[in-house]
């Protein structure tokens, strides 16, 4: 196979033809599915491609070949040199044709000695480069020639050797860079004169010379490529030679779409991780969940590090929660995501980790897997101007089919009739008191409102060689659909600076975010009032807001106002110092420190006047502050053929939090609110003050053989003042190997469609610490004082004894290219398996307490399969088609449960079915004569109790999204799809239908004297009756459960890049007009819920399961911007 | 010379990490929180040692867990005492119907709180008897103070549960303590008398503190008393409640000032931050709303004279519907800020257990004078002198019937001791029998202790 540079700017017209795959996952075969895929032959003669290898062969004068020629042509020399020797030539085919090279006999000489003899006088030059030697035809130089000479970098600022360097619009004229990433190249004097610098996996580069004599300029890897850097723990690896299990986002992908929190833009884009938003109320929180619940009890919360430094929020509250007011009061949004405080476009990529392999060297904390977040660093050359200005709306963008007023009113008739009871002034308000013409449209009037978005970022950057900077400012308001003046406002401000001595061996990189976040929302989210009777007055006779017994006026709920301050400083530096070639010292330093102040307000006014109220406000003010230092010593040596690379290091962590609640009561004027100076009485609620400190020390061993064998190991040892003196410590390691077959002969000469194989596995143990602080103290806390002086109880049992849970991670991949990469394709089976899982069990109460923590024998056991496709369709021209396709099939299983009939838990859990098992009644349809909902009885005992009950289906069998990138010219359009398919509510009910609040349209088939074979039950207005005991059960049956999957179309972006020509006049170097759609629209088998997947702590088990109570669902929103670069 | 430099960096940076490998054992030591104070540090000064007593009061003083509803309530609604008027909640219907599942979670409070305290006093126990660096008089106070609380909560539990686990070792024994199996009521009542007289030593006369709020030697001998007198040591009945009376300290007051928190009747109430109660919150109503629980009908008319104070005082008379409801009013108030704690032991209560106990001495005329003391208060006329020794020890039943009703159990807990219940309350109460003196134990602490066997008929 002839080997030739690829040429950039060469396009070859690729056709794909689309056919249908079915995949079978034989691990789900129960529930199979259809997958349709969009894959692709390449019409094309010739497979060109470069493989881009490290520099580890022997020099040319250490290599011994034998080789003859006669009467050959260069190429065919070169065919025989490589086909006897592990090298390859990198040459320009057009250069070497009809090149003859000299005769040499057949005897062994060093491969320098061929080579010499081989191109004496044939005016061909070569410099070997690894395991490439490069050949070039010398070029007379002209008498008018310029000369220009540079250095490149790859990404992390390393020299880079390999690199074409040619000139644009003559090919001819061209080099490489040496080892030290060096090139120096002779060109005729032109105007414009421009060099192009491209290789295999990195994006080219053009830059113009101008009256420059030296240039120096770093280099990119393409997103997606092989060779692009994957962050891993304390390091980085490539997509080629990574042995873990990662899933990654860039720039690219999260500046298409208009969110405020970064983790909302990765949902559905990373395989294994599912991602839920607790409500569309602006600062509200994301879940993360990657590869399931690897708890009963404790925290789910990934690690997140950023730029190398862990972030970590969580301090030890019940339940488990990063939020940044887990201590502290709240508004409509609930718990406050510490992302809101990380402007996205601050972000350069996010990688998420997720097998042990890639996650043991985080220890005790990888078990939840981990999020690295890289910011956007500094290029050096000119001063670059980055200005974003978007604006634009958000609404909810789907509303619950509910009964008008005519429909609703005829129910509650209905029901009295069906209940034999006249309605009366107590039990009818809706029929006998309130007007029955007027009525309220509660979703319109509560959350009908167009929200606005509006944001500007600026960012600067540039920098010489050695100093680089990345400056960025932004500034985003968004403002709720609610009535009123909510809004939330977020100026976010960043800087990197990255600094390189001279001498290479010396480099800082600096890091410092500070965040402002002022946010006013009403305290609760009034949308759970959609339901209320629609001819509900809202206001009285004399225009004040009306009150009813059992009903809370919404827009009383209004005047409730939350304001919510943070200011947030994340600051971070990694020093690296190169003591001897190939080891390094660094150094990790990180101080995040949060200030949350909060004042939720409750005037008089917005309460029921018959309670004779009074006004209160709560005003909580918490400082939360972490710090880490983390010195590493990393070592990298070519032994054997192979690479080694070693790193030791340790770690040092301290969170502290602190909170104050306060209560300000007897307020003598609602007006003064805001201030703790004129309430009459003010009380401490609480004041918690907590510590946690954490280190660890670590060491990775990585081998690369031949650029084929991969080996990992990593080991931790991790200490964490949550765990007593005997349990503190815990050990963590994990193996990986990967093997890159597409690198044997075998697999080149048989599968040359093949461009790139892997096999990669790991197994390891991670922990997790996510509990409680002190647990294993013995500690008296403040209870309330009596009689004026302080007391003290002792509120929970310590336990000594307690430990780290831990998880089992196995995991094994397949990653194939296919075409020169251009279809990609990752399959990857995991089994995770947890235990010593520490909950809180049942303790006899003569003991003084019902309940202890402690580590429980049993196991979880996660369990899937992943695929990632990724394949450019159609490159025709200026037109291209990208596609990328996740899927994740996932199984949770509590495996193991000793004793569990007699534990605490039995009613809980079921050995063999998900932790969040739920079980349902099955529902027999409607007893046409009595209009009640009739069940199984399954143990025909006569009566309908829980243990008629059956384990329903839950969870999500298999979720993922498809990504369909378009450009044609300066045009851009993606499309961004998701789905899941997943078990739960079908039909939301509220309380009964007849009962004293309106219900969806589904209720509307419901059973009537008229309509007896109706598959639903009737109405009831009174508690008690026979159909309304019937609807006791109702909600935990199969009547409304089962297929509740979605689709939606999570995002769209078109963007058009304005052509240079009109840029040009103004000194505007590249523009972008875009418009952004996010949360455009959902499909859902369920469509009596706003959204599908919002998820609220203390609602149903399971992420993302949606909510049967109403919550602000994440709003579609609109924006239309620019983005220019001067 | 640029080598040695390289190496020793080099050097530097391995004994660098060296050093902070070493010391990573220390670093995540963390001692207690600044918000809370380490068991064992908890009685090293008087102050904190007294925190620690005093939050044995708060804990049981908790509305939060209902220990001072559920004392009164659920044995008033097993007897004759009080009655359930709203019948809305199946679980407190069960009291009243004497029909009590070991399911029903108001039951299970009624075993677990008492224990949560038995807990705090334990580690006070413990703790105070453990430490040297105390006041003498101080810790010897909040000893009394320990041990006459664990007494209290004991004394509830043996009389609702009958015989249960005797624990009686601080929390570094948790694990074991949950596994005791139940003791008998000899030993439960050996063990109150113990800590009551242990108490008595070690209290002063003196309250500790305001408003009579926490235990003096008076109150744990106004108790002891009233354990003899269930034991039936009527000897030692008499001679502890003798102690109380002729302290002179204490006196009766006319009814309507008897439960105001400076009432000179009082020997031991627990204090409210507001001055409210939770009988007065659970009694008192609006002159409209039916009141959830009131005075059982046929304790209403058992009232010998409807001229008794108490009965124009502590009851009022509301008719919703047309039916009559009997209020308890011993408490005026429910809501806001009052002067009202919760009153344990009062001095009315301690004249019948030395009248009880001398009647069955055969001292007949001592008898009559404390039951006396109690009638004038109420307005009611001297008893007979030539009443029979039986019908004294049935006019200490009725005097304690109606001076005593809505308040701890009393009336269910007089008819379970002198074996009353059985004629009393058969045909009154249709599902009662036999087992329904003693609660059964909850279900949850039989799974979660298999040691404890179910009282029976359970």
């Not at chain 1, 020390?697 to 991969?710: A, P, Q, S, T, V």
Request: neutral net charge.
């Amino acid at each position: 196979m002839p080997l030739s540079t690829s040429s950039a700017e060469s396009r070859e017209r690729y056709v794909l033809s689309p056919f249908s795959v079915t995949l079978r996952p034989s691990l789900f075969s129960r529930r199979l599915i259809h997958v349709s895929l969009i894959t692709a032959f390449l019409l094309c003669t010739t497979l060109q491609c470069l493989l881009a290898t490290s520099v580890n062969a022997q020099p040319a004068e250490q290599v011994n070949i034998t080789l003859s020629t006669n009467n050959d042509n260069i190429l065919s020399a070169i065919q025989k040199i490589e086909q006897g020797s592990v090298f390859r030539f990198v040459y320009r085919e057009e250069e070497l044709h009809n090149i003859k090279v000299n005769n040499i006999p057949a005897v062994q000489r060093s491969l320098k000695e061929t080579l010499d003899l081989l191109f004496q006088n044939t005016g061909l030059s070569y410099t070997q480069l690894g395991n490439k030697i490069m050949l070039a035809a010398a070029v007379k130089k002209a008498a008018q020639d310029l000369s220009i000479a540079g250095m490149v970098t790859d990404e992390a600022g390393v020299p880079f050797p390999g690199v074409s360097v040619r000139l644009k619009g003559n090919n001819r004229i061209s080099t490489a860079t040496d080892v030290n990433g060096h090139f120096n190249l002779n060109y005729p004097q032109t105007t414009n004169a421009t060099l192009i610098f491209s290789y295999t996996g990195y994006t080219s580069k053009e830059l113009a010379i101008g009256t420059q004599t030296s240039v120096s300029l770093s280099m990119n890897p393409d997103a997606g490529s092989l060779n692009e850097v994957q962050i891993i723990g304390y390091g980085t690896t490539t997509r080629k030679t990574s042995t873990g299990s990662l899933a990654s986002i860039t720039a690219s992908e999260i500046g298409q779409q208009p969110v405020g929190n970064p983790l909302a833009a990765l949902a559905g884009r990373l395989s294994g991780v599912l991602i839920a938003q607790n409500n569309g109320v602006p600062g509200g929180a994301v879940q993360i969940q990657i590869r399931g619940q690897n708890t009963l009890q404790s925290g789910g919360i990934p690690l997140y590090v950023i730029d190398g430094v862990p972030f970590t929020n969580f301090n030890g509250g019940s339940p488990a929660t990063d939020n940044l007011n887990a201590f502290g009061t709240s508004g409509a949004s609930g718990g406050l995501s510490p992302f809101n405080m990380i402007n996205p476009s601050d972000i350069e990529r996010i990688d998420v980790l997720k097998d042990a392999d890639a996650t043991a060297i985080y220890g005790s904390r990888g078990a939840n897997g981990v999020v690295l977040i890289t910011t956007k660093k500094g290029q050096s050359g000119k001063v670059k101007v980055n200005v974003n200005l978007n604006t634009g709306f958000t609404e909810v963008n789907r509303k619950i089919p509910m009964m008008n007023l005519e429909q609703y009113l005829a129910m509650r008739r209905e029901a009295f009739v069906n209940d034999g009871t006249a309605p009366n002034a107590s039990n009818a308000p809706d029929l006998t008191v309130w007007d029955q013409t007027k009525s309220t449209d509660f979703q319109e009037l509560l959350f009908g409102n167009k929200g606005h978005v509006n944001e500007a970022q600026m960012s600067l950057s540039g920098g010489n060689e050695q100093t680089r900077f990345f400056f960025n400012s932004g500034y985003r308001r968004e403002s709720t659909v609610y009535q009123g003046n909510n809004a939330s406002r977020r100026f976010s401000n960043r800087l990197n600076l990255d600094h390189t001595s001279a001498n290479r061996k010396f480099a800082i990189n600096l890091s410092v975010a500070y965040t402002n976040d002022n946010t006013t929302v009403p305290t609760t989210d009034v949308v759970s009032a959609y339901n209320l009777p629609p001819n509900l007055p809202l206001y009285d006779a004399d225009g004040k807001l009306f009150w009813a017994t059992g009903f809370t006026n919404p827009l009383a709920s209004l005047l409730k106002t939350y304001t919510g301050v943070t200011n947030n400083l994340i600051a971070n530096s990694n020093i690296r110092y190169n003591i001897i070639d190939g080891l390094n010292a660094k150094v990790n330093f990180g101080y995040t420190s949060n200030r949350l102040d909060q004042i939720a307000k409750n005037p008089a006014s917005s309460q029921n006047p018959a309670a004779s109220p009074t006004s209160f406000a709560d005003f909580t003010s918490g400082n939360a502050q972490n710090w880490i230092i983390e010195p590493t010593l990393d070592y990298s040596r070519n032994i054997g053929g192979g690479k080694l690379t070693a790193l030791v290091g340790t770690s040092y962590q301290q969170n502290s939090s602190n909170t104050l609640f306060l209560r300000g009561t007897n307020y003598s004027n609602e007006a003064l609110l805001s201030t703790l100076t004129a309430a009459g009485t003010v009380t401490v609620s609480y004041h918690n003050i907590v510590k946690y400190k954490y280190d660890a020390i670590f060491g990775r061993l990585n081998y690369e053989w031949k650029d084929k064998y991969l080996l990992n190991a990593t080991y931790r040892r991790d200490g964490s003042s949550r765990f007593g003196p005997q349990n503190r410590f815990g050990n963590f390691a994990a193996l990986g190997a990967g093997w890159i077959f597409s690198q044997e002969d075998f697999v080149k000469n048989s599968l040359p469609f093949l461009s790139f194989g892997k096999l990669r596995g790991s197994y390891g143990n991670t922990g997790n610490d996510q509990i409680s602080n002190y647990i294993y103290l013995p500690l008296y806390s403040p209870a309330s004082t009596y009689l004026g002086n302080a007391a003290t109880n002792v509120a929970t049992l310590p336990n000594e004894g307690i430990r780290w849970e831990s998880t089992k991670k196995l995991d094994v991949a397949i990653e194939l290219g296919f075409l020169r990469d251009r279809i990609y394709l990752t399959a990857n089976y995991y089994r995770n398996r947890s235990s010593n899982l520490i909950t809180s069990n049942a303790l006899a109460t003569q003991s003084g307490y019902n309940s202890y923590t402690t580590n429980l024998p049993a196991t979880i056991q996660n369990r899937g399969v992943e695929l990632d496709l990724s394949t450019t369709n159609v490159v025709a021209g200026d037109f291209t088609w990208k596609s990328a396709l996740n899927v994740s099939f996932t199984n949770n299983q509590l495996l193991d449960f000793p004793n569990l009939a007699s534990s605490f838990y039995a009613s809980s859990y079921v050995v063999g079915e998900p932790v969040n098992v739920i079980r349902l009644y099955h529902y027999l349809g409607v007893n046409p004569a009595t209009g009640a909902a009739t069940y199984e009885d399954k143990d025909g005992n006569g009566i309908i109790n829980a243990n008629d009950r059956y384990v329903a289906d839950i969870g999500t069998p298999y979720y993922g999204g498809f990504n369909n990138t378009f450009s044609y010219k300066g045009f851009e359009l993606g499309v961004f799809f998701q789905f899941n398919h997943r078990f739960g509510v079908t039909e939301i009910l509220n309380t009964r239908p007849g009962a004293l609040i309106n219900q969806n349209e589904y209720w509307l088939g419901r059973w009537t004297p008229t309509n007896s074979d109706a598959g639903i039950p009737g109405a009831s207005a009174t508690a008690g009756t026979a159909i309304s005991a019937s609807y006791n059960n109702y909600t935990s049956s199969d009547a409304v459960y089962g297929d509740a999957s979605y689709l939606k179309l999570r995002s769209v972006n078109l963007s058009y890049k304005l052509p240079s020509k009109w840029l040009a006049p103004a000194h505007v170097s590249a523009c972008n007009v875009f418009i952004q759609g996010q949360n455009l629209y959902t499909w859902a088998k369920n469509k009596y819920t706003l959204d599908t997947e919002t998820t609220i702590q203390g609602g149903p088990s399971g992420l993302g399961t949606g909510t049967l109570g109403q919550v602000l669902p994440p709003l579609r929103t609109i924006v239309f911007g620019i983005n220019c670069t001067f | 010379m640029k080598k040695l430099i390289r190496h020793s960096y080099f050097k530097a940076s391995i004994l660098l990490l060296a050093a902070t490998f070493t010391s990573c054992k220390k670093f995540v030591e963390l001692g207690a929180p600044p918000t809370q104070v380490l068991l064992q540090d908890a009685f090293t000064t008087d102050a904190s040692a007294q925190s620690a007593v005093l939050g044995m009061y708060t804990y049981i003083n908790a509305a939060a867990n209902g220990f001072l509803t559920n004392e009164h309530i659920y044995p008033g609604l097993s007897s004759d005492d009080l009655q359930y008027n709203t019948a809305s909640d199946p679980q407190i219907q069960e009291f009243a119907n004497n029909a009590i599942l070991s399911t029903n979670t108001n039951a299970l409070s009624s075993w677990s709180i008492p224990y949560s305290n038995i807990k705090n006093a334990n580690n006070c126990i413990s703790g105070l008897e453990g430490s040297t660096l105390l006041t003498a008089s101080v810790k010897s106070q909040l000893l009394g103070e320990a041990k006459a609380m664990r007494a209290f909560c004991y004394f509830q539990l043996v009389n609702i549960f009958g015989g249960v686990p005797l624990v009686l070792t601080d929390d570094y024994d948790a694990f074991n303590k949950a596994l005791q199996p139940r003791n008998t009521v000899a030993e439960v009542y050996a063990q109150i008398v113990k800590d009551l007289t242990e108490a008595q030593t070690a209290l002063p006369v003196a309250y500790a503190g305001t408003f009579r709020g926490r235990f003096n030697k008076h109150a744990a001998t106004a108790l002891l008393a009233r354990v003899y007198l269930y034991q039936k040591d009527y000897a030692n009945a008499e001679a502890q409640a003798t102690q109380v009376i002729s302290s002179g300290t204490y006196s009766l007051p006319a009814p309507e000032l008897a439960f105001v928190n400076t009432s000179n009747e009082i020997l031991w109430q627990i204090a409210t931050i507001q001055g409210i109660t939770v009988q007065g919150a659970a009694y008192v109503t609006a002159a409209t709303v039916i009141p959830t629980y009131t005075l059982a009908d046929v304790t209403y008319r058992s009232f010998e004279s409807a001229a008794d104070l108490r009965r124009t005082n502590w009851t009022v008379v509301k008719t919703i519907g047309g039916k009559a409801y009997y209020g308890i009013t011993k408490y005026k108030l429910n809501a806001g800020t009052g002067n009202e704690y919760n009153v344990v032991l009062r001095l009315a209560e301690v004249y019948l257990i030395r009248a009880e106990a001398r009647a069955q001495l055969n001292n007949l005329e001592g008898a009559r004078a404390d039951l006396n003391a109690v009638r004038s208060r109420a307005g009611l006329p001297a008893l007979s002198a030539a009443l029979t020794q039986q019908q004294v020890i049935l006019a200490v039943e009725q005097e304690r019937r109606v001076e005593l009703f809505g308040e701890w159990g009393h009336r269910w807990f007089d008819l379970k001791r002198t074996e009353r219940a059985i004629p009393v309350l058969t045909g009154l109460k249709p599902a009662f029998k036999a087992t329904s003196l003693l609660f059964p134990i909850p279900q949850t602490q039989l799974i979660a202790n298999t040691n404890l066997v179910q009282n029976p008929g359970y």
